[in-house]
């Protein structure tokens, strides 16, 4: 695997190479991120993935200071895994080498709500950095897990309207044995949180059951998640169910033939964890 630090080194690499498939991602590897490459690697060729912890993205008060930061661990998986032809590791200077005036912001009506509606700014910070590096890679397919589902859908959205030559691909989410979706935050967890922030995927399939057997209404399958988390001590921003195709409050009378989604959003302790499940 070549390890590049420079848009111009990478350039050079992937120069005539038509079929690239590339993976995004902000780094401390986990097997969620090792399973987007091994997909990448069905789906095209070479593949390259870039870690950047992408400063834009995240707000006031998060986590971008501490956020884990890991390069040679990363590339040590990566090397053993064997997907990766090239990793593209910018810095700062690399990637915003002067303030980043241009954005991408995505409609307030996909991109507001929900971890837009919490987290301001985020989604900007995201299609920003995603079109850069996409200016960069310039790959034929990008994969992205859909534990971010609204950020799949974001990117998803932007390449269309910006009619970007990129297929954006979706991997299901990866989770440990207890249903916890993997995810690099979670190790900010102490024993006892780690413990505890199953609870989320359980609630996440009762909740789906609920909504299958059809006897409680939308609005109490979301009272009930939201109440089960604050109660144990979560702090939750939604626990919402939305229609799959545009995350839009889904229409009662429609409600048995319309695929649908519950997010969830909630902290414990310290920690903000999000999680989703298609019904
Ligand atoms: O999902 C992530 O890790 C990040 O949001 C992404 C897509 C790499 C952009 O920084």
Same mark, same amino acid.
């Given at each position: 695997?070549?390890?590049?630090?420079?848009?111009?080194?990478?350039?050079?690499?992937?120069?005539?190479?038509?079929?690239?498939?590339?993976?995004?991602?902000?780094?401390?590897?986990?097997?969620?991120?090792?399973?987007?490459?091994?997909?990448?690697?069905?789906?095209?060729?070479?593949?390259?993935?870039?870690?950047?912890?992408?400063?834009?993205?995240?707000?006031?008060?998060?986590?971008?200071?501490?956020?884990?930061?890991?390069?040679?661990?990363?590339?040590?998986?990566?090397?053993?895994?064997?997907?990766?032809?090239?990793?593209?590791?910018?810095?700062?200077? &690399?990637?915003?080498? !002067?303030?980043?005036?241009?954005?991408?912001?995505?409609?307030?009506?996909?991109?507001? /709500? +929900? #971890? *837009?509606?919490?987290?301001?700014?985020?989604?900007?910070?995201?299609?920003?950095?995603?079109?850069?590096?996409?200016?960069?890679?310039?790959?034929?397919?990008?994969?992205?897990?859909?534990?971010?589902?609204?950020?799949?859908?974001?990117?998803?959205?932007?390449?269309?309207?910006?009619?970007?030559?990129?297929?954006?691909?979706?991997?299901?989410?990866?989770?440990?044995?207890?249903?916890?979706?993997?995810?690099?935050?979670?190790?900010?967890?102490?024993? &006892?949180?780690?413990? !505890?922030?199953?609870?989320?995927?359980?609630?996440?399939?009762?909740?789906?059951?609920? /909504? +299958? #057997? *059809?006897?409680?209404?939308?609005?109490?399958?979301?009272?009930?998640?939201?109440?089960?988390?604050?109660?144990?001590?979560?702090?939750?921003?939604?626990?919402?169910?939305?229609?799959?195709?545009?995350?839009?409050?889904?229409?009662?009378?429609?409600?048995?033939?319309?695929?649908?989604?519950?997010?969830?959003?909630?902290?414990?302790?310290?920690?903000?964890?999000?999680?989703?499940?298609?019904?």
């Amino acid at each position: 695997m070549k390890v590049v630090h420079t848009i111009e080194e990478l350039r050079d690499q992937l120069r005539g190479q038509m079929r690239v498939a590339f993976v995004p991602t902000m780094g401390n590897l986990h097997s969620a991120h090792l399973a987007l490459m091994k997909m990448a690697r069905q789906h095209g060729d070479p593949v390259v993935a870039s870690i950047f912890v992408n400063r834009l993205q995240f707000g006031q008060g998060e986590d971008f200071d501490k956020y884990p930061r890991t390069l040679q661990q990363d590339i040590d998986k990566l090397e053993q895994a064997r997907d990766v032809y090239v990793l593209f590791a910018p810095d700062d200077k &690399e990637m915003y080498p !002067e303030p980043q005036n241009y954005q991408i912001q995505p409609p307030s009506d996909l991109g507001g /709500i +929900l #971890e *837009g509606e919490f987290r301001p700014g985020f989604f900007t910070g995201v299609c920003t950095v995603v079109m850069k590096l996409f200016a960069c890679v310039q790959p034929k397919v990008a994969v992205f897990g859909k534990k971010d589902y609204q950020q799949l859908m974001v990117i998803r959205n932007m390449c269309r309207q910006l009619q970007l030559p990129v297929e954006i691909l979706a991997h299901e989410t990866v989770r440990d044995e207890d249903g916890l979706a993997l995810s690099s935050r979670n190790r900010y967890l102490s024993a &006892e949180e780690r413990k !505890e922030a199953s609870l989320i995927y359980r609630l996440l399939v009762q909740a789906r059951e609920q /909504i +299958l #057997e *059809g006897k409680k209404t939308i609005a109490q399958v979301e009272q009930w998640g939201f109440k089960t988390l604050s109660d144990r001590g979560w702090k939750v921003d939604y626990f919402s169910v939305r229609r799959q195709k545009d995350l839009l409050i889904p229409d009662a009378p429609k409600l048995e033939t319309e695929p649908l989604i519950i997010l969830v959003a909630a902290s414990l302790g310290e920690t903000r964890l999000i999680d989703n499940l298609e019904v």
